[in-house]
C-alpha cells in the first residue's frame, strides 16, 4: 500500500503541516472531523482528499501516501481516555497502513501500553531509542527540557497550545468541574512563582501563530521570553516512518 497512517495530538498542528508540506510524500486522506478540517488548511502544497470512509482510499499508489488523523488537545487530562483514543485509532486504520507514527509524548505514561503493541509498526518521537515525555520535550529536546525546567516558574508556549488551550481547559472542566477564569489562573501562577512565559520558537511559526502565543503571556501578565526549539527529533522521527513504507 506504501501507506503511513499519523495519529496526532492537535497541539503539533503546526509542526506537522510543516513536514508534510516539505517533504515528498503523494496524497494526504483525512476523514471529516473538525480537527482534521483544521490541519487541512495548512496543508498547501499536497493534494489533500476528505474521506466519507477509509475503506474507499486506493489500495496501491505510486508515492508515499499519508493518513492523517488528528485527535483533540487535552485527552492527557484522563490518561486512560488518551489511551483508549489511541488505541482505538490503531485499529480502526490497521487494515489501511504500513505503519503508523505518533505524534505524542509519553503524556504521564498514558501510552506507554499503546507503544508496547507488536502487532503493528509504530514510531513515535524518541531520544536515544526512549520516548520523549511531552510535546515540549519533542521540541527542545531532553537535556535543553531539563536545563529549563530547572529554573522554576517557566510557562512553555508551543504554538498549538496557544492556539488551543482555552479548548483544554473546557476538557478539564468537563472532567473535573474545576473552576475557571483567567483572572484565577492569573493569581495561581502567581502564587506558584511563574515568573516568565517561555515561548519556544522553530522558525516556521506563521504571524497567527506569534499573535496567539503573545495573547496566552499578556493574558496571564508573565513576561516574554523567547528561546529557539528544534524540529530535529520531530523530522527524524517523521522520515523514518516514511522511508519505512516506501
Not at 492523517?68 to 482505538?88: A, S
Not at 509519553?106 to 511531552?134: Q, S
Not at 520535550?137 to 525546567?149: K, M, V
Not at 522553530?202 to 497567527?208: K, L, S, W, Y
Request: some cysteine; charged content about 30%.
Amino acid at each position: 500500500m506504501r501507506r503511513l497512517v499519523v495519529i496526532a495530538c492537535e497541539v503539533y498542528e503546526t509542526e506537522l503541516s510543516h513536514l508534510i508540506n516539505t517533504s515528498d510524500v503523494g496524497t494526504v486522506y483525512l476523514e471529516r472531523t473538525p480537527e482534521n478540517l483544521q490541519i487541512a488548511q495548512r496543508i498547501t502544497r499536497k493534494p489533500v482528499k476528505v474521506l466519507r470512509d477509509i475503506d474507499f482510499m486506493p489500495r496501491l499508489s505510486s508515492s508515499v501516501s499519508l493518513v492523517v488523523h488528528m485527535l483533540p488537545i487535552g485527552l492527557h487530562i484522563d490518561v486512560d481516555e488518551l489511551w483508549d483514543e489511541v488505541d482505538r485509532c490503531i485499529g480502526r486504520y490497521k487494515g489501511v497502513a504500513d505503519a503508523f507514527l505518533l505524534m505524542y509524548g509519553l503524556c504521564g505514561n498514558a501510552l506507554k501500553g499503546v507503544i508496547a503493541r507488536t502487532d503493528v509498526t509504530l514510531f513515535y518521537p524518541c531520544h536515544e531509542g526512549t520516548i520523549v515525555d511531552d510535546c515540549v520535550c519533542s521540541l527542545l529536546g531532553p537535556d535543553r527540557y531539563l536545563e529549563e525546567l530547572g529554573r522554576q516558574g517557566s510557562f512553555f508556549i508551543i504554538p498549538g497550545f496557544a492556539h488551543h488551550r482555552d479548548k483544554m481547559v473546557a476538557r478539564i472542566q468537563e472532567r473535573t468541574d474545576l473552576p475557571y477564569s483567567d483572572d484565577l489562573t492569573r493569581m495561581m501562577l502567581a502564587e506558584d512563582g511563574y515568573e516568565r512565559a517561555l515561548v519556544i520558537e522553530e522558525g516556521i511559526e506563521t504571524e497567527e501563530d506569534e499573535r496567539a502565543s503573545c495573547e496566552l503571556a499578556r493574558r496571564f501578565q508573565l513576561p516574554i521570553e523567547r528561546t529557539c526549539g528544534t524540529l530535529a527529533l520531530l523530522k527524524d522521527t517523521f522520515e523514518a516512518a516514511i522511508e519505512s513504507v516506501r
